[in-house]
């Protein structure tokens, strides 16, 4: 099947259209039935262009065409849920001022489509790979990587490869990624609170139901533009923000930590978690951190919510390739004064700069940009973690606009249309 850029167009904004945000399990739809009809609507794309395809029982699946040692693509399916504030609707896939906009537009359907239209061009073209390329896509990347798990403990690994989850020129360097739970005993006078969506996502709204709150503190949070609802003896208090990617916490506006500077000045515990959380570079809680390969530890506050007087906290924290996750927890359990618990995490990812996986990319990049641009690191986490040698490629350039995880997320048409000729020109350098 010939597949045109008005296909791949076209391709994304179908993609873009279904609501793959993880939600409760089916059969053979273990993240929920919107992810699977993405995987369903990918795996028909992948046959129609081709390839050889396998459905991993719902958690991943893959197309391949080729012979030989195996070259990996990761990518995935799912998204973070869309949020509040759009100006389109968040799964509309619709074009607006030349920008295509939805949720996944960048993160991570956008390049999902891309690599599969550049692979599709090589082929039409006549060209006959060297090795055996197999476009991997997970089904849990933004939750829990169990996509992945399933997909090593079945399948074959790609020795090498790249996911174009991430940013331009390349990426050799990924922090250390870890989560933690934290519970802290509140005042009994707060008896709600709740705020953001993922541990990964700056909250973009807060909310907090207090009995007998203080007429200083209702001035105050009128004053911080907070809404107000009185009923009885009860206030609610609501905070509003802006999202972004969790690696990213200072282009948000995080209203959770917004809250607790209002709270904070008539309640002590919650005076002590602003002071702790509110700046996300981590000196509050002594982990002001960084390295020269990496740059410098971020933290993102980004859920909350009460249950039976005690304050659950989801802390998402990048921390540079030299030091681990441990490290963090122990000086988390120094300061803070409740619980901690260390969760989910990735540990860092390092490939130096004269690795020939590094060069080929690099060569892609700068030659159809025609840059002289060399790899960065980043606070993100992608699938090239869980490769014996992998890096992230794309999809964002440098000095555009990125809207992962925020409102109005869109990739515009012609940043689309070069990401195509960059990953065509990646593929072919690499595999051809």
């Known amino acids: ?73 990761l990518a995935h399916l799912d998204v973070v849920p869309e949020g509040s504030g759009w100006s389109y609707p968040p799964y509309g896939g619709e074009v607006h001022n030349g920008a295509i906009y939805g949720r996944g537009a960048l993160d991570d359907k956008g390049p999902v489509i891309a690599v599969l239209y550049a692979l599709n061009k090589l082929l039409e073209e006549g060209l006959t790979p060297k090795v055996r390329i197999r476009i ?29 989850d991430a940013d331009f020129p390349v990426i050799n360097a990924e922090k250390g990624i870890v989560y933690h739970d934290i519970k802290i005993k509140v005042s009994d006078d707060i008896i709600d609170f709740a705020g953001g ?128 996750k441990d490290d963090i927890t122990k000086q988390l359990k120094q300061v803070v004064q409740g619980e901690v618990e260390q969760g989910f995490y990735h540990l860092p990812l390092f490939v130096p700069k004269d690795n020939p996986l590094v060069i080929g990319l690099l060569k892609a990049y700068n030659d159809v940009t025609g840059s002289n641009a060399q790899p960065i690191s980043i606070g993100g986490g992608t699938y090239a973690r869980v490769l014996p040698l992998g890096v992230a490629f794309g999809p964002g350039l440098p000095g555009v606009a990125d809207t992962i995880h925020q409102a109005d997320e869109h990739i515009d048409i012609e940043h689309f249309r070069l990401l195509t000729r960059i990953y065509y020109a990646a593929i072919k350098n690499l595999c051809f």
């Open 136 to 164: 991997i896509l997970g089904c849990d990347e933004e939750s829990g990587w169990l996509c992945m798990d399933k997909y090593k403990e079945e399948e074959e690994m790609p020795a090498v490869g790249f996911s174009p």
């Open 197 to 324: 969506h993922r541990a990964n996502m700056v909250p973009d709204y807060a909310i907090v139901k207090i009995r007998g709150a203080a007429k200083e503190l209702i001035a105050q949070a009128e004053q911080a533009d907070m809404a107000i609802e009185q009923e009885g003896e009860k206030t609610t208090i609501i905070a509003k923000g802006r999202s972004a990617h969790g690696a990213h916490p200072e282009l948000g506006d995080n209203a959770i930590i917004k809250l607790f500077k209002v709270l904070g000045n008539h309640y002590k515990d919650i005076g002590i978690l602003y002071e702790q959380f509110c700046k996300y570079d981590g000196s509050g809680l002594g982990l002001q951190l960084s390295d020269i390969e990496s740059g410098a530890l971020t933290l993102n506050l980004g859920k909350a919510f009460l249950y039976k007087g005690v304050l659950n906290l989801s802390l998402d924290t990048r921390h540079p390739i030299s030091y681990n």
């Open 1 to 73: 099947m010939k597949f045109n850029f008005a296909d791949a167009v076209c391709a994304l904004q179908k993609l873009l259209q279904i609501k793959s945000v993880e939600e409760e399990p089916a059969p053979l739809a273990p993240f929920g039935l919107g992810v699977r009809q993405a995987l369903d609507y990918s795996i028909d794309l992948m046959r129609g262009l081709g390839l050889r395809v396998k459905d991993g029982q719902g958690y991943y699946a893959w197309g391949e065409v080729g012979e030989g040692e195996l070259f990996g693509i």
